[in-house]
């Protein structure tokens, strides 16, 4: 039996820690993904998921886990901060949509994704796959995030930016039909009152928010709060110091992006370079 090591300590999240400890046992032991399904019964491709930080798995599968390396208790434990670490990642997403009903204006800079508020329920479906969401929570999911975009409605509703990065418009859907209806969608947007779209070009070069998907809400008595994210985490920032070095950042980033109007533009050459059959 192999004695049980410490864990490694080099990523700071729980989530984080466990696919690292995961990977870091199953390549000591010189197991393939396939040969640790085979091995313990489980479907090999959910192992892969969870040592991505796809998915965490359930209480069972990391036992056997614990059992098969011989660390009894030390995967489990982990397991059990990542469940921990969830719920309170839950808890500041439920703060930060209670604030974002009440803001006046929302800001955002999309390095990975298009916002919510301006995806068509096609690319939502395929988002939202790719995270590991199977049905029937896809589907309650999709519909949740086209419910959000009533948010944009009405005579109260928020003032909008995004800045959305080219990597976010290069990086297609599989259907070709969706993607040139989401694409469609997003230059429909940019042209409603109080919705704007810019496009930073990787022309631009590198920035302060090259790997941060962020949030500003300006809130009725002038205080703004931010949210950063990405496909696993994502953090309510309060204190006025690190919102301003985040605002900074925006601002930079907004002084390169492309206007209003070159972006629209950006986004028509894009829609010309999609295949017109949907099926491609």
Known sequence: MPTRRAVTGRSREP????AEELRLLR???GDSLRQLGERLGWDWSLFGKMEKGETIGGPEVVQALDQHYGTPGLLLALWELAVSDQSQFKERYRRYMALEAEAVSLWHFAVSVLPGLLQTPGYAREVLAAGGLKEPELTQQVEARMGR???LEGVHAPSFR???SESVLRTRLH???EWRGQLEFLGEMGERGGVTVQVLPFSAGPHGLDSTDVWFLRMPGGR???YTENAYRGELIEADGPVERLQRAYDEV????LSPADSRKFILRMLEEVPCDPST
């Not at 989530?15 to 466990?18: D, E, I, K, L, T």
């Not at 907004?254 to 992006?257: F, G, H, K, L, Y």
Request: no cysteine; net charge positive; hydrophobic share 50%.
């Open 175 to 177: 259907n070709a039909g």
């Open 27 to 29: 390549t000591a032991r």
């Open 254 to 257: 907004r002084d390169v992006a």
């Open 162 to 164: 995004t800045i959305v």
């Open 224 to 226: 703004t709060v931010a």
């Open 15 to 18: 989530r984080a820690r466990f």
């Open 149 to 151: 975009r009533e948010l």
